[in-house]
C-alpha cells in the first residue's frame, strides 16, 4: 500500500525473490506509468527490476484497493507520514490505509507497518482496522533501512532484518519472507512492536548525531586553524567509532534524518522525556547549514547584490534525486534573499527541481543541463552534492568561466593546494583557506 521509494522498492525486491506482490496506489498517472516501466523516482537499479518483474507477472499495480487487500497475505503500510508543525509524524494517511483494510478484509491477514512510525502506532492501526471488521489479523512492525542510492542492495542484503510482532503465526510468516535476504547470516532480529518502532528511530538519530558531532569539530577546526580531514581520519580508524557518516559538509537532508530526528524529539515530549542529545543534533544541523554562505558573503566583502553563483549539486546526497530538506534549497533561497542569482546543475534532479523550486525560477533561479553551462557569467562555484562527475572538472576551463574564481567547496571533495596551484580562491568546510 503506497508505491513511494519504500514501497516501490520493497515491493519491488519481494517480487525479485519469487513473491506475487500487487503495489496499490491511489495515484492513476503513477499507476499507469509504472504498468509502463516508468519509474517516478530515481534509484540504481530499480527502474530495471520493476521492469524485468512486470514482465514475469510477479510485480503488479493497480488503485483497487479491496481486490488487492483480498487477495493478499500479507500487507505492507508504506504510505508517506510527513512531518507535523510540531515535527511530530502525521499518521492521517497510514490510518486511511488501516480503515481500508478493515473494511476489505476477508481472512487472516498480516499488516506490516512499514513507513517510519512513532511508537505505538502499531496498536493505533490495530484499534482502526478493529473498528471495521471481525476478521483476526496481527498487526506488525518493521522498519526500513533503506540509504537511498543503495537501496536495492540494502533491501537485497540487508545488515539486519527488525520485525516487531506479538503474534507467532505473524512472526513465523514475516520470518519465512525475509529468509532469502539472509542467507549469508544477517540476522532477523525479533522483539516486540514498540521496541521496533523505536529502533528505527534510534538507528537514524544515532547517524545524524554522527553527521553534526563532525559538523562541530569541522567548525572549531576553522576556528583554531586544524584540518578536519586529518582528524576524521585520525579517530575514523578507531574501530569504536569507524569512519561512515562522519564527513563534514553542509548539514544532512533528505527524507529521514531530518523527519525522524524531528519526530524522535517531539515523541519524548509527548512522554515528558527530554533528548537533550538529540535536540542538539538538530540544533546544530540548522545552524551548519548557515557555514558556507558566511563564507561566501566575507569572501564579497557582505555585498551579493548583482552576484551570480553556479551551483552544482541540488539533491541532498548523490545517487538520487530527492531534494527533500537538501542544503541546497536553503543555500538558494539565503542567495537570492542577498540579491544574488543562482544558476543550478544536478545530475538527476533538475525535473525534482523545478516542481520544487518552481517558484525560485522567477525569482533569480536557473537550471542548467551541462554542469559548464552554469558557470557562464557565474561570479563564483559553490558545490552543494558530491556527485562522482564533479570530482573531476576542467579547473582551467572552470577559472576562465568564473568572473572572479572561487570555489566554495561544501563537501570537501576537492584539494586545497591542487586548487591554489591553479589561482583559483578555493573555501571549504573545516580546512584552512588557501
Known sequence: MGTGYVGLVAGTCFADTGN??????????????????????????????????????????????????????????????????????????????????????????????KSTVPVGTA????????????????????????????????????????IGAEDEQAMAMMTNLYRPFVRSGQPIITMDRRSAELTKYAANALLATKISFINDIANLCDAIGADVEMVRNGIGTDSRIGSKFIYPGTGYGGSCFPKDVKALIQTANDFNCSLRIVQAVE??????????????????????????????????????????????????????AKGAKVNAHDPEALNEAGELLRDRLDNGLALFEK??????????????????????????????????????????????????????????????AV
Open 20 to 113: 506475487e506482490v500487487t503495489c496499490v496506489d491511489i495515484d492513476e498517472a503513477k499507476i499507469d506509468g509504472l504498468k509502463k516501466g516508468k519509474v517516478p523516482i530515481y534509484e540504481p537499479g530499480l527502474s530495471d527490476m520493476v521492469k524485468r518483474n512486470v514482465k514475469e507477472d510477479r510485480l503488479h499495480f493497480t488503485t483497487d484497493i479491496k481486490q488487492a487487500i483480498e487477495k493478499s497475505e500479507i500487507i505492507f503500510i508504506a504510505v508517506g507520514t510527513p512531518p507535523s508543525e510540531d515535527g511530530s509524524a502525521d499518521l492521517k494517511h497510514v490510518l486511511a490505509v488501516a480503515k481500508s483494510i478493515g473494511e476489505n478484509i476477508n481472512g487472516y491477514k498480516v499488516v506490516v507497518d
Open 123 to 162: 496498536e493505533k492501526v490495530e484499534a482502526e482496522i478493529k473498528k471495521h471488521t471481525d476478521e483476526k489479523f496481527a498487526v506488525v512492525s518493521n522498519p526500513e533501512f533503506l540509504k537511498e542510492g543503495a537501496a536495492i542492495d540494502d533491501f537485497l542484503r540487508p545488515d539486519r532484518v527488525v
Open 371 to 432: 554542469r559548464y553551462d552554469a558557470l557562464e557569467q557565474a561570479d563564483a562555484l559553490i558545490v552543494m552534492t558530491e556527485w562522482n562527475t564533479f570530482r573531476e572538472p576542467d579547473f582551467f576551463l572552470i577559472k576562465e568561466t568564473l568572473m572572479s574564481p572561487a570555489i566554495f567547496d561544501g563537501r570537501n571533495i576537492y584539494q586545497p593546494e591542487r586548487i591554489k596551484k591553479m589561482g583559483i580562491d578555493y573555501f571549504s568546510i573545516g580546512r584552512p
Open 283 to 336: 540544533d546544530v544541523n540548522e545552524h551548519q547549514k548557515t557555514i558556507l554562505m558566511d563564507k561566501i558573503e566575507r569572501y564579497f566583502n557582505g555585498d551579493l547584490r548583482g552576484k551570480t553563483f553556479a551551483m552544482w549539486g541540488l539533491a541532498f546526497k548523490p545517487k538520487t534525486d530527492d531534494m527533500r530538506e537538501a542544503p541546497a534549497v536553503s543555500m538558494i533561497d539565503s542567495l537570492i
